[in-house]
């Protein structure tokens, strides 16, 4: 048996960092009987009181918070939507920057690393992590509302639109509204939100495997405040790491349980409501323990790998028996009208879809922004051995076609359903249910539509456990070996966040909570883009 090298030792020539900080120096360590903690002692005591009163607060005074998440959510959206819209455009530009640039030959782990998995396996992990439940939930609800808004044309008042069709709209005009509707999905799931999280798992990697320090976000602005990142410029640092993942991941859960308690209402009558959410979240949470506990490649890597399997699987089977040379061409189709509207659907100022810009791209990017720690610590783990250049174009563009082609199977079968053939029943519900009502008029619904479930639950295990595995890291001062109970801990506390967020106003009060630990992490990661280029122009190429 080979003994296992230690991923944080680079092979090769880099350019490490000189400091006397030692991983862990900060950490208390804590014995009871069986059972040890190794966690940063300001770090993790701040993040965790913060989310037990959070979770007793919200619980305690469930009707009075309800109409604060839902004001919060609309001020916030309503006043920093060219924030959010020109902070996305700022990380893909950089992105592309990079690639293209020499700082591109960089490679990460030291001139001579090897990657550590397949690019099947690299691939499937950062998939699942990065997108599995909201391509499940918004696959076929996004394109077919945003083709019914579209085609409906715009409305006015007073003035203002009141809409929520993209950009100026296609009335009447079914083939305009269908390709205004998948570019703006596309753009939702494109290039985007993937450019939000290669920066910083880029800067994560970099600043673990070639500069020697802790696998934690402070350590990417070391260029920027040297030694200060070991005290509170640091620690605030990690502290809103912390938040903005588990409150983007709690929101992730919720759109999980609620198409997963759709689903099982569709099928076996379930009843519907915050109850059966509630236990979903619950079971979930327990299943995403176990994977917690069998660490990163026993469980996280086999899980993605299952989940990706089922995934192609109904892929391939909506494919054969939908519409499939419309699927075929779509593809093509809606990556030209992606590419012809990005330029008017990334534009800050002086947007008159107001509803689609404020309520659609503005939450959407506070949420990928708040899964940022998240995502990007979990690919920059996965991730050693790359070059900074296939780094990207890997991050970049293979998932955002995957996407592309997922909302052209899904969300083009879905609107073909209802312009060829007259099928307005999916058009028609609630988000979570339109994606077993469009398999529903397909071959073998009650199997696909069980299939899904699946697909959804175990999305949601494989988001909670990634994401219990990356607080813990945050929360041990960047310590990779760290022990499970407080994995666990992380973990339980995800499920109760979701659970008192649920109980607390549902989705909306979910979505506020992604967009207000959104915002102040986007300024974070707006610096961070400054100090992963100057710690890449140090590096040898």
């Known amino acids: 048996m080979t003994e296992k090298r230690d991923p944080m030792i680079p092979d090769g020539e880099v350019n490490p960092i000189d400091t006397d900080y030692r991983v862990g120096q900060d950490n208390i360590i804590v014995n009871v009987g069986p059972f040890g903690l190794d966690i940063h002692n300001r770090v993790f005591a701040v993040s965790a009181l913060a989310v037990i009163a959070f979770v007793a607060l919200t619980l305690v005074f469930q009707r009075e918070v309800e109409p604060m998440f839902s004001s919060l959510r609309t001020w916030l959206t309503a006043n920093l939507d060219w924030f959010f819209i020109s902070v996305g455009n700022i990380f893909v530009l950089v992105c592309l920057g990079l690639a293209v640039s020499p700082l591109g030959k960089v490679r990460l782990g030291g001139t001579e690393a090897k990657p550590d998995y397949t690019y099947l396996g690299w691939f499937s992990m950062l998939f699942a992590a990065g997108m599995g439940i909201g391509l499940m939930f918004f696959g076929v609800s996004e394109p077919l509302s945003h083709f019914a808004s579209a085609f409906g044309g715009t409305t006015m008042e007073d003035g203002v639109r009141t809409d929520w069709a993209p950009l100026t709209a296609a009335v009447g005009d079914a083939a305009g509204a269908s390709r205004m509707a998948m570019a703006a999905t596309i753009y939702h799931w494109g290039l985007h939100p993937w450019a939000i999280y290669a920066i910083l798992a880029l800067g994560l990697a970099l600043f673990s495997f070639n500069k020697g320090l802790p696998l934690t976000i402070r350590s990417v602005f070391y260029p920027l405040l040297g030694e200060r990142i070991w005290g509170w410029p640091g620690h605030v640092i990690d502290i809103l790491a912390v938040l903005a993942t588990l409150f983007g991941l709690a929101t992730s859960l919720g759109f999980g349980a609620s198409q997963a308690a759709a689903g099982l209402n569709y099928l076996f009558d379930v009843p519907l409501g915050s109850t059966t959410q509630i236990v979903l979240v619950v079971g979930i949470t327990g299943l995403a323990m176990i994977s917690v506990v069998a660490g990163l490649d026993a469980g996280v890597k086999r899980l993605s790998e299952i989940n990706m399997g089922l995934a192609v699987l109904l892929l391939l089977f909506v494919i054969m028996v939908g519409p499939t040379l419309a699927i075929l061409s779509g593809f093509f189709t809606n990556l030209g009208a992606y590419l012809e509207f990005l330029p ?53 563009l293979v998932p955002s076609l995957a996407c592309v082609l997922w909302m052209t199977v899904f969300g083009g079968t879905a609107i073909s359903q209802l312009v060829k053939d007259g099928y307005e029943v999916a058009a028609g519900a609630d988000l979570p249910l339109k994606l077993f009502l469009m398999l529903d008029v397909l071959p073998l619904a009650q199997i696909t539509s069980f299939l899904a479930i699946i697909l959804v639950v175990v999305f949601f295990v494989t988001s909670s456990d990634s994401g219990s595995l990356v607080i813990d890291v945050i929360s041990a001062g960047g310590k990779v070996d760290a022990p499970t109970p407080q994995r666990v801990f992380w973990c ?23 967009v207000s630990t959104g915002f102040p992490f986007a300024l974070v990661l707006l610096v961070s883009t400054v100090s992963v280029i100057k710690g890449l122009m140090s590096e040898p190429r």
């Open 492 to 514: 339980t506390f995800e499920g109760l966040v979701a659970i008192s967020l649920i109980l607390g106003g549902g989705l909306v009060a979910l979505q506020a909570m992604a």
């Open 344 to 396: 008017a659907l990334a534009n800050p100022a002086g947007r008159e879809d107001i509803n689609f810009s404020q309520g659609w791209t503005a939450f959407y990017w506070a949420w990928w922004i708040s899964w940022s720690p998240f995502v990007g610590m979990f690919i920059a783990r996965v991730s050693r051995g790359r070059t900074v250049r296939e780094f990207i174009v890997s991050v970049l």
